[in-house]
Structures are given as C-alpha cells and as structure tokens.
C-alpha cells in the first residue's frame, strides 16, 4: 500500500487501521493473561503451548494450503523475524527493568519507517512522521523509561533493542509479502516456526510447567485469540496499509494494556503516565487524520498544476 492512496484505497486503509487498533485492545488485554500465565510455566514452554495450540487450530481451519510452497517461504522467513522478536525480548527482560524493556521495545516504531525506506524505497508522508514522533515521547513518558536513566545501556537494554528491530522487521516484511486473501496458511506456517523454535531453546533454559486451570486458560486464550486469530486479522490488515502506520498503531499496546490493569485495581497511573498515554493517542490521530488533509491537500495541488 503505497503512502498515497486513492479513494478506495484510503476506504480499505481505513478499515485495516480500524482493525489494527482493535487488535491493540485485544493484545492490551492478554498482558494480565501472560502475566498470571508465568507464574505456572518459564516463557518458553508458554511460547511452546501458546503457539503449538494456534498452529494446530489454524492449520486445522487452512487445511492444505499451508503446505503450498510460496507460504512455507514466506512464512519461513516471517517466523524467524518474529522468533527473535520474542526471544530477544525474553533474554533482555531478565537483566533490564520492566519499565525499560517496554520502551525499548516499543522503539520499533522508529526503526520501521527505516526498514521502509531502506529495504522498499518506501518514504512516510510527514503526518505519519509527525505521528511515529509524537508516539517514540509518549512511549518515553507512559513507560517511565528514565527510572535508571543516568545508568548506561545495559546487556539487557541492547538484547531488548534487538528484539525491538526484529518485531520491526516483522511489521515490515509482512506488509510487503501479506497477501489480501488466504491470510490464514501463512500465518499458521509461523505458528508452527514460532513454536518450533521456542521448542529448540528448552535444552538451555529452567524447564517449569506447573498444569493449572489459570495455565490452560492462559495457553488456550493466547494461542486461539491473541495468535491464531489475531495475527491473521493483522496480516490481513498489513496487506491493505502501511508497516508504518501499523506500528504507529502497535504503540497504543500498552496504553490498553495499562488501561486495563488499571480497571482491575493492579496498578495506579499517575499524570506522568496519563500525558505520555495521550501523546501515544494524538501520534496515531495526527498520522491518521494528517493523513486524510495530506490527501486532500495534494490532490488540489495537483489539479491546479
């Protein structure tokens, strides 16, 4: 999808944007669910079971078309890109802070307009700029990323940072190679990558798997909601927008995420937290609605000339 679009183009743009903030509120949802998850299994075997039980449900649903030979490829490559995300992101928690990790990690959101432009030639309009820019602040703000800001990068900071390049590569290559229909065989292919190589990563980590109500629940919501079925919506919605819009929009993640731990009486925002929630909200509206007068705009300039 191209940064200028026409009218029915800009229809469908918006739809998959619309798509993709919904599946911000889904995935903001399923941090409590993780959270809680982890106290009955060490990440990678969650990773195992959550990804296993998406892979077997979609490949269900896809049937043949998973074994076609140009989703195997692409799903390939898209399973790695994810893989690392994940574990980067896991390896880098464990000698970082919370805090630290979430900004970093949402620093994708820069590095995506970058891979655009540097593996596709693809060049933002500026209201989208504007917005990745106003959104990189909020997410310094809303995660309090300074809490051990005179503290130099440390391992952890630059193994989270590598896998906040792998979940933009992702972002990036999935609206290159996503296709508008038949979203589902590709994503199951990186279902079943995903889960194979968290598999492989068991033989170095703490094996723990307490079975528990809260553990299923966990695995079954993960891997059929938040997998399955919401990668899906995202791959078919990538197909029909921007990588960068889309991560502009992948940033208001943890504004849901926080809004719901809220609600739940987990934790308490205060205003530092509420402006950098705000600065995320108006990124996404300044890129979203820039974008519209942008089009207009040019539009005219071009009927003039």
């Given amino acids: 999808m191209s940064e200028g679009a026409s009218t029915p183009e800009r229809r469908a743009q918006l739809q998959a944007d619309g798509a993709l903030v919904l599946l911000t509120v889904l995935w903001g949802t399923s941090f409590l669910v993780v959270k809680d998850a982890l106290a009955y299994a060490d990440p ?33 490559l898209l399973s790695l890109v994810l893989f690392s995300g994940y574990l980067f992101q896991t390896l880098g928690l464990a000698h970082t802070s919370p805090a630290r990790s979430a900004f970093i990690t949402g620093l994708c959101v820069l590095f ?15 209201p989208t700029l504007v917005g990745v820019v106003l959104s990189a602040v909020g997410l310094y703000f809303f995660t309090r990323a300074d809490t051990a800001a005179s503290e130099a990068l440390s391992p952890g900071d630059l193994l989270t940072l590598l896998g906040a390049v792998g979940y933009a590569l992702h972002i990036t290559l999935t609206a290159r190679v996503a296709r508008k229909e038949g979203a589902g065989a590709l994503v ?17 980590v703490e094996f723990r798997v307490v079975v528990s109500e809260a553990l299923i629940g966990a695995v079954l919501f993960c891997g059929i909601v ?13 197909a029909r927008t921007s990588a960068v819009r889309a991560a502009l929009i992948y940033a208001l993640e943890p504004v849901f995420a926080s809004l719901f731990s809220v609600s739940l009486g987990y934790e308490t925002l205060g205003p530092r937290e509420w402006v950098g929630g705000g600065l995320i909200v108006l990124g996404v509206g300044v890129a979203e609605v820039g974008a519209a007068v942008w089009d207009r705009w040019r539009g005219r300039a071009l009927a003039r000339a």
């Fill in 44 to 76: 990678f075997s969650f990773l195992v079971l959550r990804f296993g039980v998406g892979a077997l449900v979609l490949s269900a649903v896809v049937g043949r078309r998973l074994l076609s030979r140009e989703n195997l490829k692409r799903g390939a």
């Fill in 112 to 126: 995506v307009p970058l891979f655009s432009l540097v593996l596709f030639r693809q060049v933002p309009r500026l």
């Fill in 188 to 204: 199951a292919v990186q279902l079943w990558g995903v889960a194979l190589l968290s598999a492989a990563c068991l033989p170095f």
């Fill in 226 to 238: 938040t997998s399955a079925l919401a990668i899906s919506v995202q791959t078919w919605a990538q």
